[in-house]
């Protein structure tokens, strides 16, 4: 369950790579977020704030301040970047509203010898780093999943995320392929439901009325309880729903699998990545040379972990992890090939 672990694993360090090469005491790193309206984005700043608080207490960086947008606008947050170039800071570290509609503000940044790097909702811009788990395989593995509970195949109900940003995108790619590679299933209705429960729920609640029978609910993250209490409440038979790790849908699928048996699965990528987005941005201040695109373990849960996931998850939060500097240093020798 713990990134440090699977990393610790997986990757063997060389002992010449990743020494120190120049002093990041007086660094100033900045995170700009678009958006804070659910569980996974306050706990990925809860992580940030722990994670950097520490960093600048041990003296590694001067300070690491985060900054959310009052909207989820693209034209807001690339405002924001360029406040913080006009402020000096030595990197921003970015969860982007769109993967496009900030690079002016990107390469603003990196022209004025700003480090950027962005995660999760990840940007395009050449010059900017980019940190992910692989949302496309995440989408992908929900049918293979599917399949696998439900051979016969049916009727499939997809919650979206948040449209425009990449991770919306990229796992909504992977379901069409995953559809595609087990034709059985057909999606025969579609909503955005923000990551947000609340929001998944009146989504699914307005579209019910109008769908056949549903067999499965393919999902992003933040939406499987608030699906299941819409099929709840209209009276609806209780599909099979691909859980986002949210702590509310880890419950509630223990209690359906106590009252009479509930076999699913749960995946999303740990609130955690902002903290590997902060240290990485810390290396490249100190001398290190990444690849543009870096990869972060999925965080996976499943019926023989949900009862150690669910007693490591606070009530309204998000099964997670923080990445450590050691981390950070790991997941760059293993893209560098250390």
Known sequence: MQARTILASSVLIAASA???????????????????GNSWRQAMLESWNKETAQAVADGIVAEAPAFTTAENQATEQAAQIQNMILEGYDAIVINAASPTALNGAIREACDAGIVVVTFDGIATEPCAWRIEVDFHELGRMQLEFMAGQLPEGGNLLEIRGLAGTSVDDNIHAGILDGVAEYPQFTIVGSVHGDWAGDVSQREVAGILPSLPEIAGIVTQGGDGYGAAQAFAAAGRDMPLIFMGNRQDELLWWKEQDEAGGYVTQSASIAPGVATAGFWIAQQILDGAEPP???????????????????????????????????????????????
């Open 18 to 36: 990743m020494t120190a090469q120049a002093d990041t005491s007086n660094a100033r790193i900045a995170l700009s977020n678009n958006y804070a």
């Open 292 to 338: 543009k695109d870096l990869i972060v373990p999925m965080l996976v849960v499943t019926q023989d972990t949900l009862d150690e996931a669910l007693a490591n998850t606070p009530e309204g939060s998000v099964a997670n992890t923080e990445y450590s500097q050691q981390d950070a240093i790991d997941v760059i020798n293993a893209a560098t090939g250390g």
